[in-house]
Nanobody
């Protein structure tokens, strides 16, 4: 089992920045990739970006490229989502999720953290 705990959400004005954290615990050695997702009110969950747990390889949704950055602190088993130039359409609950292997689904999810961007 892997436990994930997000933090760092809040309210910010358009153009502002926030950094979300995802602290992983439990069987983290079994993780292949950690991803970030968002779910806006009334919409389906969307992929934001991900990082391979044992490397620095990242990938991002087109909507956040050049604005969001994912980084990992191995010593803390924590992954960060740095969000810059925030827009009102970024308002959502943000989740981190862990994938056990490249062929598996994201099996472990955090509880989510709310990000609200005001215009």
């Amino acid at each position: 089992q892997v436990q994930l705990l997000e933090s760092g959400g809040g309210m910010v004005q358009t153009g502002g920045s926030l950094r979300l954290s995802c602290a992983a615990s439990g069987r983290t050695f079994s993780m292949y990739r950690l991803g970030w997702f968002l779910q806006a009110p009334g919409k389906e969950r969307e992929f934001v970006g991900s990082i391979i747990w044992r490397s620095t390889n990242t990938n991002y949704a087109n909507s956040v490229k050049d604005r969001f950055t994912i980084a990992r602190d191995n010593t803390q088993n924590t992954v960060y989502l740095q969000m810059n130039s925030l827009k009102p359409e970024d308002t959502a609950v943000y989740y981190c999720a862990a994938q056990g292997s490249i062929v598996q689904q994201y099996a472990y999810w955090g509880q989510g953290t709310q990000v609200t961007v005001s215009s």
